[in-house]
């Protein structure tokens, strides 16, 4: 085994580990209350699966009909804009000054959604290119939801055993990501370099930045609520995105395309929260909300 095939290896496990684990912290953290009772309002969600699902979606195909980019960085793009639900977003709407309830429940109905949603909409996106969706729902289902589902139960059975489990996957999942991104970065460093200045990169912006605008826009009056309703549309799960990419498309330049898109999406989306964040105070957070990483 050469050393690239080794710090190949070592990437891809440790962007395994991440996934599973950031599953199970969150999971350990949350309970079927936290998730169902920001969820009552039926008109909200429909936006949010719209906004979600078929706007973003149909943001990411238009983009990869009018930019010309190569054919591993549309479907990086695809899979991006099929992919939502992000861990991350109750930190930034922590940072918003957002809805810390809504955030959480949004944010593990788009997971679930997503993991239904891509086999079946992915193959209709990504014409030409063979895909096959039992391979993707499988490996959602078996590296995302149950982990989840896992992380759910341990905390149903003892909130001390929850709070125990949540620490160690975050600090597990932490260390993950952080191997991955390093092993990535040093694999793909000179694809990366060639994204800065590139139509990949002003495409990804003008995704990041629509995908943002949609959510504001359907997020209603209420500035907290509208708050999380454009950073959660805005910020793709990348967790979903690189368990499909890994698995369906290894070797190609989409997982450091994904990556890329990882890294400017805080990059823009951090000041956004910020930003929004100054112009409202705090809202009270919801009874036994979970602490973000």
Same mark, same amino acid.
Request: glycine share 10%.
């Given at each position: ?12 496990? *440790? =962007?395994?580990?991440?996934v599973?684990?950031?599953?199970? /912290? ?16 039926g ?6 699966l ?7 979606p149909?943001? $990411? ?9 190569? !054919? ?13 639900? &992000? ?7 922590? #940072? ?31 014409? +030409?290119?063979?895909? #096959? ?10 590296l ?6 896992? +992380? ?5 059975? *003892?909130?001390? !055993? ?13 260390? =993950? ?6 092993? *990535?970065? &040093? ?8 994204f800065?200045? *590139?139509?990949?990169?002003? &495409? ?5 930045? /629509?995908?943002?605008?949609? =959510?504001?826009l359907?997020g209603g009056? #209420? ?29 190609? !330049?989409?997982l ?20 929004? =964040?100054?112009?409202q105070?705090?809202?009270? $957070?919801?009874? /036994? ?5």
């Open positions: 085994m050469t050393l690239e095939e080794l710090i190949g290896a070592i990437a891809g496990l *440790s =962007g395994l580990l991440f599973v684990t950031s599953m199970l /912290g969150m999971g350990a953290s949350l309970t079927m209350a936290m998730i169902l009772q920001p969820l009552k309002n008109k909200l969600v429909i936006l949010a719209v906004a979600n699902f078929i706007l973003v149909a943001l $990411a195909y238009a983009i990869t009909l009018v930019f010309p980019l190569a !054919d591993d960085l549309k479907i990086g793009l695809i899979v991006l804009g099929c992919a939502a639900g &992000a861990p991350f977003l109750p930190k930034l709407a922590q #940072n918003a000054k957002g809805s810390l309830g809504f955030s959480v429940g949004l944010m593990v109905l788009l997971m679930v959604v997503t993991i239904a949603y891509m086999p079946i909409v992915m193959p209709l996106l990504l014409q +030409g290119v063979s895909v #096959n969706p039992w391979d993707i729902a499988k490996s959602l289902i078996v995302m939801l149950v982990p989840l589902a896992i +992380g759910l139960l341990i905390r149903s059975h *003892s909130v001390e !055993d929850g709070d125990h489990w949540k620490a160690l996957m975050n600090k597990t999942s932490s260390i =993950g990501l952080l191997v991955m991104m390093v092993g *990535s970065l &040093a694999l793909n460093i000179s694809n990366i370099i060639d800065i200045g *590139s139509w990949g990169l002003l &495409a990804l912006v003008v995704f990041l930045v /629509g995908s943002l605008l949609i =959510g504001v359907l009056r #209420n500035p907290g609520i509208r708050a999380v309703m454009g950073l959660g549309t805005a910020q793709r799960n990348i967790s979903a995105a690189i368990v499909v990419v890994t698995q369906n498309f290894a070797g190609a !330049d989409t450091p395309f994904t990556l890329v898109a990882a890294i400017l999406g805080l990059l823009i989306l951090m000041p956004a929260a910020k930003r929004m =964040g100054g112009k105070e705090a809202p009270a $957070a919801p009874t /036994g909300a979970p602490q973000t990483p």
